[in-house]
C-alpha cells in the first residue's frame, strides 16, 4: 500500500492487515481476535486467530478454564489441575505452592491450600510450622498437636503419637520427638524407649530420672509405679 501522494515506496502491510488488490492506499484490518502471522498479507483468508481466540471465518475468545498458546483454527484446550484461566487467555495460570484446583477452573479463587497448608483461598498458600497441622484442603488455620503428640517437620497433615509409656506434660504444639519423655514410673532418655520401674522400686515424676528404690517402710509390689506404698 501507499497512502501519500508523491514518489515513496510501497509498503508492506503490517502484521494483523492485508491489501487483496493492488494499487491500495491503505491496508484492511484482520476482523476482531485475528491476525497474520507475518506482514505483506495479501489475502483476508491469511487472517488466522488469535492466540486466546478460535474459530474459522469468525474468532471468539476462549472460555474462562480454558486457554490457546497459537495463532490458527485450533480449539481451546482445557486448563490442566492446579491452573486458572479468565476468558481469551492464552496460557493458564500455576495456582502456586501449595495449593490445587481442579481442572477447568476459571478464577484463582478456586485454588484451595492443601492439607498442610493454610492461607485464603486464591491467595498464597504458607505451610503449617512445626507443631501444627492441617488434614483438609482450604483456608482453614493449622491446628497445635494435641498432648502427647508432635509434627517435627513442616507442613504436617498429622500430628505423630509419642512413643509408649510417654507425654508431653500437657503441653500442646510439641516440635520434637524429644519433648516426649518418659511418665512416671517408667525411665529412659527423652523421646526414646521407656522401661517400667522394677517392683520394689518407683518414679514420680516425667522425665528421664532413673527408677528409686523404696525407703525402708514402703514397697512397691508391681512395676510401673510413680510411688512406694507404706
Given at each position: 500500500f501507499k497512502g501519500v501522494v508523491g514518489s515513496n515506496a510501497c509498503e508492506n502491510c503490517e502484521a494483523g492487515k492485508y491489501s487483496s488488490s493492488s494499487a491500495q492506499a491503505i491496508c484492511a484490518s484482520c476482523p476482531t481476535g485475528a491476525t497474520t502471522d507475518g506482514d505483506a498479507k495479501s489475502s483476508a483468508n491469511e487472517c488466522l486467530c488469535n492466540s486466546g481466540y478460535t474459530g474459522t471465518s469468525t474468532c471468539v475468545a476462549c472460555q474462562a478454564g480454558k486457554y490457546k498458546g497459537s495463532l490458527g483454527p485450533a480449539a481451546c484446550d482445557q486448563c490442566l489441575v492446579d491452573t486458572f484461566s479468565a476468558a481469551a487467555a492464552t496460557v493458564c495460570t500455576d495456582c502456586g505452592l501449595g495449593a490445587k484446583a481442579p481442572a477447568g477452573s476459571t478464577a484463582a479463587t478456586a485454588c484451595k491450600c492443601n492439607a498442610g497448608f493454610t492461607g485464603p483461598n486464591g491467595d498464597t498458600c504458607s505451610a503449617c510450622v512445626a507443631g501444627k497441622?492441617?488434614?483438609?484442603?482450604?483456608?482453614?488455620?493449622?491446628?497445635?498437636?494435641?498432648?502427647?503428640?508432635?509434627?517435627?517437620?513442616?507442613?504436617?497433615?498429622?500430628?505423630?503419637?509419642?512413643?509408649?509409656?510417654t507425654v508431653t506434660s500437657g503441653g500442646t504444639a510439641t516440635t520434637a520427638l524429644e519433648a516426649c519423655q518418659c511418665d512416671s514410673g517408667y525411665t529412659g532418655p527423652d523421646g526414646g524407649s521407656c522401661e517400667a520401674c522394677d517392683a520394689g522400686t518407683f518414679k514420680g515424676v516425667v522425665g528421664s530420672d532413673a527408677c528409686e528404690n523404696c525407703e525402708a517402710g514402703k514397697y512397691s509390689s508391681s512395676s510401673a509405679q510413680a510411688i512406694c506404698a507404706s
Amino acid at each position: 500500500f501507499k497512502g501519500v501522494v508523491g514518489s515513496n515506496a510501497c509498503e508492506n502491510c503490517e502484521a494483523g492487515k492485508y491489501s487483496s488488490s493492488s494499487a491500495q492506499a491503505i491496508c484492511a484490518s484482520c476482523p476482531t481476535g485475528a491476525t497474520t502471522d507475518g506482514d505483506a498479507k495479501s489475502s483476508a483468508n491469511e487472517c488466522l486467530c488469535n492466540s486466546g481466540y478460535t474459530g474459522t471465518s469468525t474468532c471468539v475468545a476462549c472460555q474462562a478454564g480454558k486457554y490457546k498458546g497459537s495463532l490458527g483454527p485450533a480449539a481451546c484446550d482445557q486448563c490442566l489441575v492446579d491452573t486458572f484461566s479468565a476468558a481469551a487467555a492464552t496460557v493458564c495460570t500455576d495456582c502456586g505452592l501449595g495449593a490445587k484446583a481442579p481442572a477447568g477452573s476459571t478464577a484463582a479463587t478456586a485454588c484451595k491450600c492443601n492439607a498442610g497448608f493454610t492461607g485464603p483461598n486464591g491467595d498464597t498458600c504458607s505451610a503449617c510450622v512445626a507443631g501444627k497441622f492441617k488434614n483438609v484442603e482450604g483456608p482453614d488455620p493449622c491446628t497445635d498437636c494435641l498432648a502427647d503428640t508432635y509434627a517435627d517437620g513442616t507442613a504436617s497433615t498429622v500430628c505423630t503419637d509419642c512413643p509408649a509409656n510417654t507425654v508431653t506434660s500437657g503441653g500442646t504444639a510439641t516440635t520434637a520427638l524429644e519433648a516426649c519423655q518418659c511418665d512416671s514410673g517408667y525411665t529412659g532418655p527423652d523421646g526414646g524407649s521407656c522401661e517400667a520401674c522394677d517392683a520394689g522400686t518407683f518414679k514420680g515424676v516425667v522425665g528421664s530420672d532413673a527408677c528409686e528404690n523404696c525407703e525402708a517402710g514402703k514397697y512397691s509390689s508391681s512395676s510401673a509405679q510413680a510411688i512406694c506404698a507404706s
